[in-house]
């Protein structure tokens, strides 16, 4: 093999590019991450937007498939600064006649709460808890033939099924609520098909991993992937803007953690007629209106158990919550929006000053849509907490635009990397033998624009630097279980 400057090269140090620049100098090589912005973390960055002293999460905040992992629990980054908290609750969904449904970490618990369709959760969510260890590797992967069939089988019966027809299995507004709740995550129409899978997998984190709040913020999880690297002896770079290939240094692989329109920018001419074809038809998704605020007390509301959770799904009912998202997603705007609230300092006071608070939320929006929904996003808070208006100090924004400027990976404010239905499930960003590798020798793509999609869980970076591992250098990993220790 021709000496060249690095073994590899990783474009972007989101959760995905530290992730895969780990997995390849865990082997010895020698790899260089470089970035764009003077702050590594992509997604993952920590700032005072507001007011001096109050730390805000710049895009995630609560973080339930970091905690659930398979690949970040064979690291120790707690030994490097990573500190989860837990919330007592994982997370709330209040309705209008002041009750709430909860997600608790104790599956029993949220049976209770759950009354008459507790039996109906159970008999979801129950399997899917008691095989996790085995179906997370399975779920969080490409497409392939599964280990476990049986149980990756029993599971597919119900993810696949769009959000509106499992819905109808709970005969309460409470357990159709939570359930819609989490099914938005999914960023699209509920009734699309395998939405139902986006809300099986983190209810199941909630009782795996729960669905914890790093302290300090976001970016705790940045620095720990990155002082990790750093120790193995791999070398970052920011303030790295990559417009070419040129720029890069000599290496055996550059492994991108962008999406497909980046990714043409910088290395389309370089790809086979049918692969740049492919990439110029991938889909994003709709974008979010993001909302942070500094606040001079908790956020009021009515409902108790919403003050002692982490996260909280404004939606009321699983109809409004449906007809939310299939509005944004055909580009219309809708005066009541479903709102996902995190409320990160009740349970982390030093990111504030003492006494002071913080809330972080975005809705769905259409790709790309400028329009100010401060106005609205307020008003579903204070709907369910009467005075929050009150008790703000001052408010920062982010429309679209300003969520891509703030990472480039947020076409039209998606900060799934692309939509992720069924069309996009199992291709993104191709239709490929593997979904890593692109046309051109030597060029792979890490992002959430690859399988298993959007989240903080490292995933799509590591099945990026196995088949590099493989390809280039003929090493083979095993199992993730034992990741830890470099192969001979």
């Not at 989490?182 to 699209?188: E, F, T, V």
């Not at 791999?234 to 070419?244: D, H, L, M, Q, R």
């Not at 720029?247 to 962008?258: E, R, T």
Request: proline share 7%; charged share 20%; hydrophobic share 40%.
């Amino acid at each position: 093999m021709d000496k060249k400057e690095y073994d590899a090269v990783v474009v972007g140090s989101g959760p995905n590019g530290l992730a895969a620049a780990i997995v390849l100098q865990q082997q010895g090589l020698r790899v260089l991450v470089v970035e764009a912005k003077s702050t590594i973390g992509g997604g993952l960055r920590t700032a005072e937007l507001t007011l001096p002293g109050f730390q805000h999460d710049v895009c995630s905040a609560i973080h339930p498939m970091a905690a659930s992992s398979p690949l970040f629990k064979t690291w120790p980054l707690e030994k490097w600064g990573l500190e989860f908290i837990y919330p007592a609750l994982a997370a709330a969904h209040p309705f209008d006649d002041g009750s709430a449904a909860v997600l608790s970490r104790s599956l029993e618990e949220t049976i209770r709460g759950l009354g008459k369709d507790g039996p109906v959760y159970k008999r979801l969510i129950g399997p899917v808890v008691k095989d996790w260890d085995l179906l997370a590797p399975e779920i969080l992967a490409p497409f392939h033939i599964p280990k476990h069939p049986f149980v990756m089988g029993a599971f597919g019966l119900k993810a696949l099924q769009a959000a509106t027809w499992l819905s109808k299995r709970f005969s309460t507004q409470q357990g159709r609520g939570l359930f819609g709740g989490m099914a938005a995550h999914s960023i699209q129409p509920l009734s699309n098909v395998a939405t139902s899978a986006i809300a099986l997998v983190l209810m199941a984190a909630g009782h795996t991993g729960d669905w914890p709040v790093p302290r300090g913020g976001a970016q705790k999880i940045a620095d720990a992937l990155a002082a990790f690297f750093l120790s193995l002896g791999g070398k970052i770079e920011v303030n790295f803007p990559v417009k070419s290939l040129q720029q890069l240094p000599s290496s055996h692989a550059v492994l991108f953690d962008i999406t497909p329109r980046q990714l043409l920018q910088i290395a389309g001419h370089q790809f086979s007629s049918l692969y740049k074809w492919q990439l110029e038809k991938y889909r994003y998704g709709m974008g979010v209106f993001k909302v942070d605020w500094a606040l001079d007390a908790p956020i009021p509301f009515t409902a108790d158990a919403c003050r002692r959770a982490g996260t909280i799904h404004i939606g009321n009912t699983f109809e409004e919550i449906a007809l939310s998202e299939q509005q944004s997603a055909a580009g219309k705007l809708t005066e009541k929006p479903f709102v996902l609230l995190a409320q990160q300092s009740l349970f982390d006071p030093d990111r504030v000053p003492a006494g002071k608070h913080t809330a972080w939320a975005y809705c769905h929006v259409p790709n790309g849509s400028t329009a100010d929904r401060t106005a609205v996003i307020e008003q579903q808070i204070e709907r369910f907490a009467p005075g929050f208006r009150e008790r703000i100090l001052q408010r920062h924004v982010m429309n679209t635009e300003q969520v891509e400027a703030y990472n480039a990976n947020y076409i039209g404010g998606d900060i799934n990397g692309g939509v992720i239905d069924i069309r996009q499930l199992f291709t993104r960003p191709a239709l490929r033998w593997s979904p890593y590798k692109t046309s051109a020798k030597g060029l792979y793509i890490c992002s959430s624009s690859t399988p298993p999609g959007g989240g903080v869980h490292g995933m799509c970076g590591y099945h990026a630097a196995k088949k590099v591992l493989q390809e280039i250098f003929g090493i083979r990993l095993p199992a993730l279980n034992k990741l830890g220790q470099p192969i001979a």
